[in-house]
């Protein structure tokens, strides 16, 4: 405790020399830091990102902005959406952006966020001749290349299949043709560090290469998607492949959105399509058919027995990576053929929809035989279906999923969102997810990673009495009934989390966030002959200060302290604390950011996690334990109106290790230092 205060003591001491900027929305960033938590792993999908820069330059017109672009920001409720379509409907076009203060449900917070992305214009058509899509669009073209200074082990001689086969470069190419949402077409390129470039196994260039081409309202065709798109699905128990969020204080985020069909254009290798899809849209009715086949990289084995001697594939390789002779042998071993679709049917107030897919594959999963993984999907082919509705009543608004798997085992989630008055928003969630229900590409809100063995009670509130505070809570009450990794016997837990924003002025704002969960584990360096499980406790404080001073200059800073234990151990602790430092005059070719950071944890259990500005559509959110220190620099320079460049350099310098990383990761040394240089061109 005397560490937490010492830090905060100095927060307010270096306050004035801090800086700083956003690039999204700051509840993404924590919505985004809490998801790399829970998963311990950074997305790759910054389509979210490269949507928010696009309405940035070309702001969305809010007066005929559709549901499913309003949906698309992640920003809104349904029910804020459906009061704004009300609104036009009986009033009009809105003439002034103050108006939406008028909206029922729109908050001065919603607003304020919506700001730098919308924007208040004559209402002009949306029909556009073929010649118009082709040729009146935005094109973009970026190259981006990064490494880390230090060598890794990987790049040093090894054992056989442990070697990196290539550089340590990582190279990334995207071009993309845009105009106004309706036409988008281009092309996306990756190579990761260690994996060979224009040779050897890669004589074609890049490791991953995506093409994609998405057409919306052409007639009857609402959305055609023709290469490389995602698929979403209800509420997500069985098919969600676009980001989506799970706990944070933005209570309103219970609610997956998104239409069934979006384009692809990030460098993740595994979570999306490849084919054909298309969405019809007659009157009310509304269908979407899909079809995909794709080449994925698994971990292949021999069948064990005679009864069983073809190969099997024990999991999927979803990080990308083909940088050594082992991680190389299982790339493209899996054929995978998807298809499915929706049927939507829309009334006055609220929706119903009937969802299917069915996967098949080359050679049969066969998961490794553990206990909690009894009831794992198995097999040579799955399928999935479910049916999904969404009902607005007044400031009530219903959604809910109801799915089963090839056995036949059900999952349901029901939630509310309501505005009881222009003060109090609450939202309520209930799942409840067999334990053997299954699916290949869910992502719904739940504790577990995937859909399946789960039940649990949400409730979230959003208070904002006075026009400059707003208090947001949530507690989430959850059980799993079957063994889980780690958890050798059905458990449970809970997560609670309250935060407190003030905002005194358009230019300063204040938050205080407390967040406390309680989980079920095995007991650590047990030596009985049964593992038993205990609660692990992690209780989280975190104070965040931003101030901006002038058109040129931001200021931010924050202090995080976490506490972890066990029933029966010693407590740990970690501390972070950052001032960042971002200068950007307006109507300047010039803008810079600096950070500088120190962490202390007592080990990896109590380890602390913040996000990083980057360059343009980059962001890192990287994992702090141990001790030691962090600074980056990011600068760009606007060569052109249209030309721009980035140059990114990090740094972390722990104390007193002789090496940091492990495995083909590990870096002899006590820095670990990263270079990245980017250049956008658009026109």
């Not at 299917?356 to 553990?370: A, E, H, M, Q, W």
């Amino acid at each position: 405790m005397t560490r937490l205060c010492t830090y905060i003591g100095l927060l307010f001491f270096y306050f004035p020399l801090v800086l700083s900027a956003q690039t999204i929305p700051p509840v993404k960033e924590q919505q985004l830091e809490n998801m790399t938590a829970a998963e311990e792993a950074e997305t790759e999908d910054d389509s979210y990102i490269q949507q928010l820069s696009y309405y940035k330059r070309h702001p969305l017109n809010i007066n005929t902005a559709t549901a499913g672009e309003l949906q698309g920001l992640l920003l809104l409720t349904d029910l804020q959406i459906q009061h704004l379509i009300n609104y036009r409907t009986v009033l009009g076009r809105l003439v002034n952006i103050y108006e939406l203060q008028a909206v029922p449900t729109w908050d001065i917070f919603t607003i304020k966020t919506l700001l730098p992305y919308i924007t208040i214009e004559q209402v002009e058509t949306l029909v556009f001749t073929l010649r118009q899509r082709l040729k009146g669009g935005e094109h973009q073209l970026l190259l981006r290349a990064s490494r880390l200074l230090e060598k890794a082990a990987g790049f040093k001689e090894g054992s056989a299949g442990k070697k990196y086969q290539g550089d340590p470069q990582r190279y990334f190419l995207r071009y993309r043709y845009n105009f106004k949402n309706l036409l988008q077409y281009g092309i996306t390129a990756d190579k990761d560090a260690g994996e060979q470039f224009f040779k050897g196994a890669q004589s074609k260039g890049f490791d991953f290469y995506s093409v994609h081409l998405f057409a919306r309202n052409m007639g009857i065709i609402k959305n055609l998607a023709i290469g490389d798109f995602t698929v979403n699905m209800g509420q997500g128990l069985f098919q969600w492949q676009s980001l989506a969020f799970k706990k944070s204080v933005d209570i309103a985020a219970i609610k997956r959105q998104s239409p069934v069909l979006r384009p692809y254009t990030s460098a993740g290798e595994y979570n999306f399509n490849r084919g054909l899809g298309f969405t019809l849209q007659k009157g009310r009715g509304e269908l979407t058919l899909f079809a995909s086949v794709r080449k994925l990289s698994a971990n292949m084995m021999q069948g064990n027995d005679s009864l069983n001697p073809a190969e099997n594939f024990s999991s999927f390789i979803t990080s990308g990576y083909h940088r050594t002779a082992t991680e190389a042998a299982g790339k493209n071993q899996l054929r995978q053929l998807s298809y499915g679709g929706t049927m939507k049917y829309w009334f006055k107030k609220g929706y119903v929809a009937v969802n299917g897919i069915v996967y098949t594959f080359s050679n049969p999963l066969k998961k490794r035989d553990l206990p909690y993984n009894y009831f794992a999907l198995s097999g040579k082919s799955w399928f999935n279906a479910s049916v999904d509705y969404g009902w607005t009543h007044k400031n009530f608004h219903f959604f809910g999923e109801a799915a089963i798997d090839k056995q036949l085992n059900k999952a349901f989630i029901n939630g509310l969102i309501m505005s009881v008055d222009k003060t109090i928003d609450i939202s309520l969630l209930q799942r409840t997810i067999g334990r053997a229900y299954q699916s290949i590409h869910g992502n719904a809100f739940t504790e577990n990673s995937m859909p399946t063995n789960e039940t649990g009670y949400y409730m979230g509130i959003a208070l904002h009495p006075l026009q400059n505070l707003r208090l947001d809570a949530y507690a989430d009450l959850f059980k799993f009934p079957w063994l889980r990794y780690l958890a050798d016997a059905p458990s449970g837990g809970s997560e609670y989390a309250v935060q407190l924003t003030y905002t005194p002025a358009k230019t300063s704002e204040l938050y205080l966030r407390f967040r406390k969960e309680a989980k079920q584990t095995n007991q650590p360096d047990n030596t009985t002959n049964l593992n038993y499980l205990v609660y692990q406790h992690k209780v989280n404080w975190r104070m965040h200060i931003e101030h901006k001073l002038n058109n040129a200059f931001t200021l931010r800073g924050r202090v995080e302290w976490m506490l972890f234990d066990r029933d029966g151990d010693d407590e740990e602790q970690g501390t972070l604390y950052y001032m960042d430092v971002l200068y950007k005059p307006l109507m300047k070719a010039l803008a810079t950011g600096v950070r500088l950071q120190y962490f202390e944890t007592d080990s990896y259990y109590s380890r602390v996690y913040a996000f990083e500005n980057d360059v343009l559509y980059g962001y890192s959110i990287p994992v702090f334990y141990d001790r030691g220190y962090r600074y980056y620099l990011n600068v760009n320079y606007d060569m052109t109106r249209k030309m721009t460049i980035w140059l990114r350099w990090a740094q972390t310098i722990y104390a007193g290790r002789l090496s940091t990383g492990s495995g083909t990761a590990e870096i002899q040394g006590s820095r670990r230092s990263e270079l990245k240089l980017q250049w956008s061109l658009f026109f």
